[in-house]
């Protein structure tokens, strides 16, 4: 897998720029893996026989498939995937703030769902994915897309004041109520905001954030302490640790220890 920062102009929206095939960020070895969340939003063109089919459970043995070129919106929970066989993708990870932008409409339209890009880009979306397919080499394709992007940018807008300062603030640990209260908003109102802009909740957005940083302290450790972690994390207890670790990735933390992904966010199953 590939990854760079975009264009100067696309780094309000977009986070970084990525192309990877079957194997570089996982194994062909499992069928199906565990895409965790991160609280971020991402434009994804795949390049495969088939499209991307995903499981509403671990019991379900039909799935359903979402295209070719898609958003996967901001989740609050893992979602199930079919990779089971070879597949080249490149994308985007977009920014707070960039739904409105680049597809108009907002973040929690489009949150805890797939949606086709040819939904919201018509038949834009398969010329551009024909492009894209064109392109010679992962940093050719980077470049295909990081230009379409920049060309669908309208006048820049900025991001909500106070959802800008609230996510600089959210680590997982600051409270919500006191980034509200430091917004100067009504708590209403203030939700409003950020669930437009970012796709879900304050709280919501603060749990996984807290997730995320705990999923970086066990990265290089044989034996995680699992209490002390909890305790630097700001959970109450392990046994709050572990259901908020199982309620994100679907196992508890042992067991996403156990099962050593190769990368953070993408749990073999």
């Not at 597809?103 to 769902?113: C, I, Q, S, Y």
């Not at 038949?123 to 994915?129: D, E, N, V, Y």
């Not at 024909?130 to 990081?146: F, G, I, M």
């Not at 802009?197 to 957005?205: D, I, L, N, S, W």
Request: aromatic share 8%; net charge positive; with cysteine.
């Amino acid at each position: 897998m590939i990854s760079r920062p975009p264009h100067p102009a696309l780094r309000p929206f977009v986070s970084q720029l990525w192309s990877s095939e079957r194997g570089d960020a996982g194994s062909s070895s499992h069928a199906r893996e565990h895409a965790l969340p991160t609280g971020a939003m991402h434009l994804v063109f795949r390049f495969a026989a088939t499209p991307l089919r995903l499981y509403r459970s671990s019991s379900d043995t039909l799935g359903f498939t979402v295209g070719h070129a898609l958003i996967g919106g901001v989740r609050s929970t893992h979602y199930i995937r079919d990779t089971s066989t070879p597949s080249m993708s490149v994308g985007a990870m977009l920014r707070p703030g960039s739904a409105e932008l680049l597809f108009d409409a907002t973040a929690e339209a489009l949150a805890e769902r797939h949606t086709s890009l040819d939904c919201v880009w018509g038949t834009q979306a398969a010329l551009i994915h024909e492009c894209l397919s064109e392109a010679p080499t992962p940093e050719a394709r980077l470049q295909c897309l990081e230009r379409e992007l920049l060309r669908r940018l309208p006048t820049v807008r900025g991001l909500h004041p106070a959802v800008a300062v609230a996510l600089a603030h959210f680590d997982g640990v600051t409270k919500v109520e006191t980034v509200v209260e430091y917004s100067g908003y009504s708590h209403r109102r203030f939700i409003a905001q950020f669930r437009r802009a970012v796709g879900m909740t304050p709280k919501a957005y603060s749990r996984i954030q807290r997730f995320q940083q705990t999923l970086a302290l066990t990265q290089g450790r044989l034996a995680p302490d699992w209490s002390q972690i909890a305790v630097e994390m700001g959970f109450a207890d392990q046994a709050h640790l572990i259901r908020d670790f199982k309620a994100f990735a679907g196992v508890t933390p042992e067991q996403y220890r156990l099962s050593k992904p190769l990368a953070r966010n993408h749990l073999p199953r």
